[in-house]
């Protein structure tokens, strides 16, 4: 069964930091890249983060650049955001998800969310 599960969400305070992790299960982890999605309240899903299946390369929404880092550790096929100086706009629910590139906006596998909620 191929499993995505998302923890590390939480409340933190602006300015403060959250470490998001994905964990994955079922499939064969190093051939996927593995995105960052989030979604607000009545707001459309948008891509946040994403990095290749070797982490060669990464990739980051304009408004994260220099605050979220993304990685991953194949050996226990998991992906890490980490998040500083968060804002209370980087508050939704945050997804992660495998595909075959970061490039080609097309993901076969999805977990179900952390909430992440930034208070000012």
């Known amino acids: 069964e191929v499993q995505l599960v998302e923890s590390g969400g939480g409340l933190v305070q602006a300015g403060g930091s959250l470490r998001l992790s994905c964990a994955a299960s079922?499939?064969?982890?190093?051939?996927?890249?593995i995105g960052w999605f989030r979604q607000a309240p009545g707001k459309e899903r948008e891509g946040v983060s994403c990095i290749s299946n070797m982490a060669a390369s990464t990739y980051y929404r304009d408004s994260v650049k220099g605050r979220f880092t993304i990685s991953r550790d194949n050996a226990k096929n998991t992906v890490y955001l980490q998040m500083n100086n968060l804002i209370p706009e980087d508050t939704a629910v945050y997804y992660c998800?495998?595909?075959?590139?970061?490039?080609?906006?097309?993901?076969?596998?999805w977990g179900q969310g952390t909430q992440v909620t930034v208070s000012s």
């Open positions: 079922g499939f064969t982890f190093d051939d996927y890249a």
């Open positions: 998800a495998a595909g075959s590139s970061c490039l080609v906006e097309r993901y076969s596998y």
